[in-house]
């Protein structure tokens, strides 16, 4: 019955569309189900049912866990569908044709039954099928039929030769903007598809085929200034990216509201710069102790110490303005947070009550914090509480930034980068200074200018000369 | 011994082998035993995903031996938090991945091997792999009392289970991959693969626990190496195939084109939690405050890992509804993750004033509605 339908369908191929039409959809389902020969054509839309084929080992219900697709998404040929799960397996079901898909006959987590319809896909009137199978056969057969499938896989809609590029790179053909003829998909469409997902443009690939041959030398330097120079053919680069638009959320939407609420509060700026040597050199005798203790010793624990001792002679940069702007909160703790940059975006956690802690138990918070927070185990406790904020973005890079003061605070500073730069020393010597830039942020409704200098210039004194933070450390 | 373009050029391009087929199952000549070089968990699935789309195995077989650091597995549509306990696994540094198969979570740490068999769709057949693990501990301890399930388990003493099993089927080519448990650390197993979430109600494909025991508690001769070998000696017989094992890497992208790029997929937060199938949670939790105790009920729907739904109870005179509502809005549209509530409730916490009593509750709050998570 098969052989015979087949005959007298691909005699019929060549008449006009409209009698084709006339065709009993009915006659082109089978209910063989190891062998599903599709004739061809199909035109005017026709709608083919896709047929759920055998998973193995006897399975005859299976549960749909997931659509790849939805009504009205168009499909190529081994296009993922869905996924489906039986007894501890994943099967991914792959389309057989291409078309448009008309109706999902299962929802989420249905059960799906083997041979029995999954999905109807409108095939396209213009395209010509070659006769399929399904999967399952008897294993003598499936090796010759694989290269039969091969040889015999003319599609309208790209090459064998397309095909098997895009198979080998796993881009969806439905996803590449065809160029060619009957919006065909070439060569170059793939190319540029892959191009645009490696972010690199690749060189028009006709080039090589263009170049002239160089005429031949006809007597020495002359002849090389005649020489042409090949010019390529220029096409252009089909670019077929889209505009993305997602939702703010997680840690995006935290900064988006945080930095919304210090729109409110007018900020000044106030820049220095600071000679580190003598840091420098400090750190570099106290880390091996420290790492002895079990603690690494970065900068940022000194710069903590030190905003500190700053902050008990000038307060105000450690308060709180109230939302009508009538009271200030002068706040006894000293609880300085440290921007963080993690894979998923910035977080301030900050050090407790700093006022008592000795630089050592600064570095030690601090490493655990930094620990928290990459494996994303800080808790809110941490990331709260905080009254005044210093931000390393010196070990990214840059030196002066203007940093935006997170609310309810009133001040922040930011680091730049440690450069080895020329300076004069006392006696008008140039030697070799380890220079770093702060950029501080305060707010204009309670602290001054004046305040803002005075306190960085403490704070600058202290870390050009480290011995002196011993006379007013707590 | 690895022979990088030789084992790429045998990899992928299809095996134009006219060797007439061996009755049913023994396919003559063409296979390969690969060996991983990677104890990393993503690496390794990734693996198995590069050898399933990229190696041609219309005509091959192949066999991956593989072993992890400690990392909980679960199958491809599960929900992790049913599974396992996130909060315990986080702390222990224990990694989590979801591998492209289905099936029930496991633990694994470097006492057990894990072994993928690779076929075409049509030589698809995993009692016949079982059957080749169990001869090949039969051959290394020949009094083993260990048998094959319905279930496709391996169990011991009729009671333990030593193995499980998942597989994948794709277009052309399949995989059945099963564990064998020689060495593992059973009491983390044990305390990971118990969930402390209560009020998950999901379709997700749930797990079967069983009582689990390792091959060396059987007997001490049975450790990895030698039972990876046992198996390759096995798989080369059964197949026909050259029993010398090649080791890959599964860094080296000239072998393996395109490997990094999938190894960074399943590290995705979108692919290990994102994947999880909807799910509600409705569950309570007890506050102290001051000497009484308070009962604060959540509400939650999570689609493809992010908070759709978000409902926070608290007792009204305890804290303003209004309040709650503040953060449950907050939370809505992110991710069901600890981190990121942590951030969206701290902000919610910084830019909201309010008195220092009210904002040790939220605090309070926040915490709790975090170890939800």
């Known amino acids: 019955v098969c052989v015979h339908h087949i005959r007298s369908c691909s005699s019929i191929r060549f008449i006009k569309s409209k009698y084709v039409c006339l065709f009993d959809k009915s006659a082109l389902k089978f209910s063989h189900h190891q062998r599903l020969f599709r004739t061809s054509p199909v035109s005017c839309g026709q709608i083919v049912q896709f047929k759920l084929s055998d998973i193995g080992e006897g399975i005859t219900e299976v549960t749909v866990k997931e659509w790849y697709i939805k009504e009205g998404d168009s499909v190529s040929q081994f296009d993922s569908i869905c996924e489906v799960q039986s007894d501890k397996a994943s099967v991914t079901i792959t389309s057989r044709y291409d078309g448009i898909i008309r109706k999902l006959h299962y929802n989420l987590d249905e059960i799906a039954y083997v041979g029995k319809p999954l999905v109807d896909i409108e095939i396209d009137a213009s395209k010509d099928v070659a006769p399929e199978e399904d999967v399952v056969e008897t294993p003598a057969m499936s090796h010759e039929e694989h290269t039969h499938q091969e040889i015999k896989g003319h599609k309208t809609l790209a090459t064998p030769a397309v095909r098997r590029l895009a198979m080998e790179n796993n881009i969806k053909l439905s996803e590449v903007v065809g160029t060619g003829k009957d919006n065909r998909i070439l060569k170059e469409d793939i190319l540029n598809y892959l191009a645009k997902q490696t972010g690199a443009i690749l060189p028009p690939s006709p080039k090589a085929e263009i170049i002239p041959p160089l005429p031949k030398a006809e007597g020495g330097p002359i002849a090389l200034k005649e020489r042409k120079i090949p010019v390529p053919i220029s096409r252009p680069i089909a670019f077929s990216g889209k505009d993305k638009t997602e939702a703010v959320t997680g840690f995006q939407k935290a900064m988006v509201k945080t930095m919304s609420a210090a729109l409110k509060i007018p900020h000044f700026g106030y820049c220095d710069e600071i000679d580190l040597t003598q840091l420098v050199q400090l750190r570099e005798e106290l880390k091996p102790l420290a790492q002895t203790r079990g603690v690494k010793l970065s900068f940022m624990p000194f710069f903590i110490k030190a905003a500190s001792l700053g902050l008990l002679q000038y307060p105000v940069l450690n308060a709180s303005l109230d939302e009508s702007c009538q009271n200030i909160t002068y706040k006894a703790s000293h609880n300085i947070g440290v921007a963080m940059d993690t894979e998923q975006g910035l977080i301030v956690p900050n050090v407790k009550n700093v006022q008592v802690c000795s630089v050592f138990e600064i570095a030690t918070e601090l490493n655990r914090l930094q620990s928290l927070g990459s494996a994303g185990q800080l808790g809110t406790n941490d990331l709260t509480g905080g009254t005044f904020t210093l931000s390393n973005i010196g070990t990214i890079g840059g030196t002066y930034t203007k940093p935006v003061i997170l609310p309810p605070e009133v001040a922040i500073g930011a680091l730049g980068k440690i450069q080895v730069l020329p300076r004069f020393n006392g006696k008008g010597e140039i030697y070799k200074a380890q220079i770093m830039n702060v950029s501080w942020s305060a707010d204009h409704r309670i602290i001054d200018g004046a305040t803002m200098a005075r306190f960085s210039n403490l704070w600058k004194s202290y870390l050009e000369n480290p011995a002196s933070m011993l006379l007013d450390l707590k | ?373």
Request: with cysteine.
């Open chain 2, 1 to 373: 011994m690895a022979l990088p373009w030789a084992l790429r050029s045998c990899l992928q391009r299809p095996c134009v082998l006219r060797s007439r087929r061996a009755p049913l199952g023994g396919a003559a000549g063409a296979g390969l035993i690969l060996q991983s070089l990677s104890d990393d968990v993503y690496q390794n699935l990734a693996v198995e995903d590069w050898i399933h789309e990229q190696a041609g195995l219309e005509d091959r077989q192949v066999l991956f031996l593989w072993r992890n650091a400690p990392a909980v597995v679960v199958g491809r549509h599960q929900n992790p938090w049913q599974e396992c306990d996130l909060r315990l696994l986080r702390q222990k540094g224990v990694k989590l991945a979801r591998r492209r198969s289905g099936g029930g979570a496991v633990y694994h740490d470097l006492g057990n091997i894990n072994l993928t068999f690779f076929t075409s769709r049509t030589r698809y057949e995993r009692r016949d792999n079982l059957e080749l693990v169990v001869r090949a501990l039969r051959a290394l301890s020949p009094r083993l009392d260990v048998r094959v399930t319905e279930r496709y388990d391996i169990v011991l003493g009729g009671r333990y289970k030593i193995s499980g099993t998942a597989a994948k089927l794709g277009r052309t080519a399949a995989y059945h991959h099963c564990t064998l448990l020689c060495g593992a650390d059973k009491s983390l197993l044990s305390a990971l693969l118990r969930s402390p979430y209560r009020g998950l109600r999901s379709n997700a494909t749930a797990s079967v626990p069983s009582a689990v025991r390792n091959l060396v508690e059987e007997d001490p001769a049975l450790t990895c190496e030698r039972l990876l070998e046992a198996v390759a000696e096995e798989y080369a017989a059964r197949h026909h195939v050259d029993r010398r094992v090649t080791l890959i890497n599964p860094a080296d992208e000239a072998v393996l084109p395109g490997i990094h790029r999938k190894t960074k997929e399943l590290q995705t937060w979108e692919w290990v939690y994102g994947k999880t199938p909807k799910f509600s949670v409705s569950t309570y939790f007890d506050l102290t405050y001051e000497d009484s105790v308070l009962q604060v009920k959540v509400d939650m729907e999570v689609k493809h890992g992010k908070i759709e739904v978000c409902n926070i109870d608290a007792p009204e005179q305890w804290l303003p509804p209004g309040l709650c509502q503040e953060l449950a809005k907050s939370l809505t549209g992110s991710r069901f993750c600890p981190d990121e509530a942590t951030v969206l409730a701290s902000t919610w916490l910084r830019t909201c004033p309010r008195d220092d009593e009210l904002r040790h509750k939220c605090n309070l709050l926040c915490e709790n509605v975090r170890m939800l998570m």
